[in-house]
């Protein structure tokens, strides 16, 4: 079957801890995406990547990074640098940029204490 | 600057009836709007989007209408089901540009 893998489920970290958030699809889809979904704020944009090997910010990439080393996959970085880390991440995929419908992995909830 | 708003944070209906879910936009230059659905702790499914060319669009229980002078659209789900209780989202986009998603509504079935 096709889709998004996202894993941990739950992640817990310690403050001041750099944590790294895997994401897979073998969707064979080019651009990926990084969200936060905090209460009552939808969705926002980490950072997404339209193609091997190159990414762009998103609206709040602040104390993110990410990497686009192969095709299938965007592992996010939350760094110790990122106020207020604790979210639920959703990493999601889509055939081309520009592409209308995004498909979504199941999520991260990390929560730094 | 929240592009897409979704005034209602929370919605319950009885099942059997209509639901209908709100959005508004203030960027005129959006050209395609879609709905997603998400049940907890789970990532956001599709469920139907519009183009900026039609007024409506229907599938099956839901259909989506578009009145852009109005900058609003809204979900209807006819009828609603116990099993449609979930955070729905609008989002929208203009000429392949990233997705801007709404805040979400949180719609209750009561059986």
């Known amino acids: 079957d096709g889709g998004i893998t996202q894993s941990p489920k739950y992640l817990f970290r310690k403050e001041g801890q750099n944590v790294t958030l895997s994401c897979e699809q073998n969707?064979?889809?080019?651009?990926m995406y990084w969200y936060r979904q905090d209460p009552g704020q939808g969705l926002r944009l980490i950072y997404y990547s339209q193609i091997v090997n190159d990414f762009q910010k998103g609206d709040i990439a602040e104390g993110y990074s990410v990497s686009r080393e192969k095709k299938e996959s965007f592992p996010l970085t939350v760094t110790s640098a990122q106020k207020n880390p604790t979210a639920f991440y959703l990493c999601?995929?889509?055939?081309?940029?520009?592409?209308?419908?995004?498909?979504f992995g199941p999520g991260t909830r990390l929560t730094v204490t | 600057d929240q592009q897409v708003k979704q005034n209602s944070p929370s919605l319950s209906v009885q099942e059997g009836r209509i639901s209908i879910l709100n959005c508004d936009y203030t960027n005129s230059m959006f050209d395609y709007f879609l709905w997603y659905k998400k049940y907890p702790a789970e990532g956001p499914t599709f469920l139907i989007s519009?183009?900026?060319?039609?007024d409506k669009n229907e599938d099956g229980r839901f259909t989506v209408f578009l009145n852009k002078s109005a900058k609003h659209l809204s979900l209807h789900i006819v009828p609603s089901q116990p099993g449609d209780s979930a955070v729905y989202f609008c989002?929208?986009?203009?000429?392949?540009?990233?997705?801007?998603f709404g805040e979400g509504t949180q719609l209750t079935v009561n059986p």
């Open positions: 989002a929208a986009t203009f000429s392949g540009s990233r997705l801007t």
């Open positions: 519009i183009s900026s060319i039609k």
């Open positions: 999601a995929s889509s055939i081309w940029d520009g592409a209308y419908e995004q498909y």
């Open positions: 969707l064979n889809h080019d651009a």
